[in-house]
């Protein structure tokens, strides 16, 4: 359970407490929080950068962007932003489709589009899209992530849609036993994993080590001893990654396809960021996030990506949790740690080149892990089954066509979920003394009511007068005001078809 430290601004000058050794203590806390946050992010930002088919540095330049740029952005104090986990499919997508120059086109045009929202003040509307929606999409990336990383941390080559990856495996398996290669591949990937998911257990001063450097170290250090033959990290520096977009990468944005993924990076970054405000919010007492301004910060931050050439970015909650945890109180904290790597990457780019591929794909997996909800699902099925079938059903349509597609499925469905839930329909129908029958509605009459109306009307005998009271109704949408009409007209004409043949006087 994560305590909520109690943070005080610096600027506080409540009696007792004088502005100077406040801000001083502040800065001490920044500053060791700081380290911490750069050593979760260092992995992290070299894993997602690799696992989305680009080099290396350039999650490193989203990294210290993020830090340097968007930690000095108002919105959020405690949250830090670099590239993430979650936008790995797409990111590996897009490159795939659209070529590495593109990229930053998209990263920056999403950019940009943020900003706008946030300018409109349409951050807030991101906190009406349903959890369940959120977590099958991040359920879906997970799954298509870790089985993506499952081929990476054999050294091997995966299958382009996530469909495709998850029915290789079987194969995948049959080629790692026969590959001693891949097999000690394999082995120091499936070690990182060890290591991340035994580490919380371990004693807490050995846990003030970061989990993901501890793992990706000891991987690291395994195969230097043994000399083993796996894939390593290529870096090449940051000044030879950088690349501006051009006139020709600009054209690109009148093809549909790239602004399909444009407005992709956008909402889903944005909605990842800010969800992931809302879970910073509930860890400390400090001030909470300004939606808009948070939103405007990201865009800021993902147009200079985009203009560098680097990976979008997004509020990571891992690196975010980690700076309260470790008791940043400021915004420092996140800006410093975009100083620290910055200053590694440009002094110490080979100490990156002797990483184990294999060692930042067990991370990306134990990441990817933790994006699908498997403690949560089974309450939530016993609670609420619809709003499970929806985290199901986002999740398998992203893996079987892609996160675009995805999530708008499941808000489809979180929509027709909410409009049957408030379309209450009661149908009361009464026998009266005087021969006639009156039906009675009350609630809400929508198409998705219809079927049940009609049936019920339908029942009716047709040689009876009807007598239909619609003023119990707070809502009569078109479908069923043109039925009832129908109805009323149809059954009009079978009472007077039966009047006309019952005998007189009987």
Not at 123 to 146: E, K, P, T, Y
Not at 166 to 171: A, C, D, E, W
Request: hydrophobic share 55%; with cysteine.
């Amino acid at each position: 359970m994560l305590r909520r430290p109690a943070l005080r601004p610096a600027s506080d000058h409540s009696p007792g407490h004088s502005p100077g050794p406040a801000r001083t203590a502040n800065l001490r806390a920044d500053l060791a929080a700081s380290l911490v946050v750069f050593l979760v992010a260092l992995p992290l930002c070299v894993g997602v950068a690799v696992a989305s088919g680009v080099p290396a540095e350039l999650g490193l330049i989203t990294g210290i962007v993020g830090g340097l740029l968007t930690g000095l952005l108002p919105g959020s104090s405690l949250q830090v932003s670099g590239p993430a986990a979650g936008l790995t499919v797409l990111v590996f997508a897009a490159v795939q489709e659209h070529g590495l120059a593109t990229l930053g086109v998209i990263t920056a045009a999403a950019g940009l589009l943020q900003v706008a929202m946030g300018v409109l003040r349409l951050g807030r509307l991101f906190r009406a899209i349903s959890v369940s929606v959120v977590q099958g999409m991040l359920a879906g990336i997970g799954l298509v992530l870790i089985a993506g990383q499952l081929y990476a941390l054999a050294d091997a080559k995966a299958p382009r849609s996530g469909l495709g990856k998850l029915i290789g495996l079987p194969r995948l398996v049959v080629d790692v036993a026969a590959s001693p290669q891949a097999l000690t591949a394999a082995a120091i990937g499936a070690g990182t994993i060890v290591v991340l998911v035994l580490w919380p257990r371990l004693p807490a001063r050995v846990r003030l080590v970061p989990a993901p450097l501890a793992a990706v170290a000891a991987a690291t250090a395994a195969t230097a001893l043994l000399d083993l033959p796996v894939a390593k990290v290529h870096v090449a520096g940051l000044a030879g990654v950088i690349d501006l977009p051009g006139g020709a990468e600009l054209t690109a944005l009148g093809n549909l396809g790239v602004l399909g993924t444009v407005l992709a990076f956008a909402l889903i970054a944005s909605a990842e960021s800010l969800f992931s405000a809302a879970a910073v919010d509930r860890l400390h007492d400090g001030p909470r996030t300004h939606y808009d301004r948070e939103l405007v910060a990201q865009g800021v931050g993902n147009t200079v990506c985009g203009v560098l050439g680097a990976l979008p970015m997004t509020a990571v909650i891992v690196r975010s949790a980690a700076n309260v945890q470790a008791g940043g109180r400021t915004k420092a904290s996140r800006v410093l740690h975009g100083l620290w790597l910055l200053l590694f990457a440009a002094l110490f780019p080979a100490a990156l080149s002797v990483i184990p591929l294999a060692a930042l794909a067990g991370v990306l997996v134990h990441a990817g892990a933790k994006l699908v909800p498997t403690k949560a699902l089974l309450p939530l099925w016993r609670a609420h089954r619809a709003e499970a079938l929806i985290l199901v059903v986002t999740a398998f349509a992203i893996v079987a066509t892609n996160l675009f597609e995805g999530v708008l499925l499941g808000l489809l469905l979180s929509v027709l979920k909410s409009a049957w839930d408030t379309s209450h329909l009661q149908v009361d129908v009464e026998e009266r003394g005087d021969g006639t029958v009156g039906v009675r509605l009350t609630g809400n009459a929508t198409f998705l009511r219809l079927p049940r109306l009609l049936d019920t009307l339908e029942q009716l005998p047709t040689g009876r007068i009807v007598h239909l009271d619609v003023t119990g109704l707070g809502h009569l949408d078109h479908a069923c005001r043109t039925a009832l009409a129908a109805w009323e007209e149809r059954h009009n004409r079978m009472r007077e078809a039966a009047v006309v043949r019952v005998p007189a006087g009987v």
